[in-house]
């Protein structure tokens, strides 16, 4: 009788371990963000729309400012432009940024955001991000804007202070590191409207 239990035990443990190894082979190739991510959309034009919430503006106290926020993605007669518009309510009182979305090279992922004003930021995109680093009176900045398939942005940006660099390491392999001192995140929500 023992014998009889052991081996139908072990025919369900073969019979899950075959099944197993078709699921994985199944799953060759995809890796666990292909359920997070199931289909890569066009960027920009499939996120084209206006997004809403609050920017959080923290350091390493706490946050020290809430403020409403929202991003609008717009195409324009050019299909390689976009204004993409950055807004802040600060004391009732709308302030925009109003940026060009420029489509360098899709196939690299390289945009650049163009402020209007001289000034040319390069974008890469990868995954659904959107990244941005610039260095701006002594500090360097990061700015990332991760798109969702259901209508979330997730919108933050760390400023760094390079006049505080710390070296290490060795006189061949030297390391830099920096403070990062402030950080603004935002999740965005698309918004509807007429």
């Known amino acids: 009788m023992k ?8 025919i369900s443990m073969s019979t899950a371990v075959m099944a197993q190894t078709k699921k994985t ?5 995809k890796t666990s963000e292909d359920k997070v991510f199931p ?13 809403a919430g609050n920017l959080n503006i923290s ?14 993605i ?11 518009t950055l807004s802040y309510i600060v004391s009732k009182k709308r302030d925009e940024r109003k940026y060009t979305l420029v489509v360098v ?12 004003n001289g000034i040319v930021l390069r974008a890469n995109y990868m995954r659904q991000t959107l990244f941005s680093t610039f260095e701006l ?20 940006i760390t400023v760094t202070e390079k006049a505080e660099a710390r070296k290490t390491g060795t006189e061949k392999l030297p390391v830099i590191s920096y403070n990062t001192t402030v950080i603004q995140k935002a999740a965005l929500r698309k918004v509807e409207r007429d």
């Open 3 to 10: 014998k009889i239990v052991f081996l139908i035990a072990l």
């Open 39 to 51: 289909v890569e959309q066009a960027f920009p034009k499939e996120y084209v729309g206006i997004y």
């Open 105 to 116: 090279d899709p196939e690299k992922g390289i945009y650049d955001l163009d402020e209007n």
């Open 137 to 156: 009176n002594n500090r360097i900045l990061n700015s990332r804007v991760e798109f969702n398939n259901d209508g979330r942005v997730f919108f933050s």
């Open 25 to 29: 082979k199944e799953r060759a190739g």
């Open 59 to 72: 350091d390493a106290s706490g946050v020290i400012q809430n403020v409403p926020m929202e991003l609008e």
């Open 74 to 84: 717009k195409p324009t007669e050019d299909p390689k432009k976009y204004d993409y």
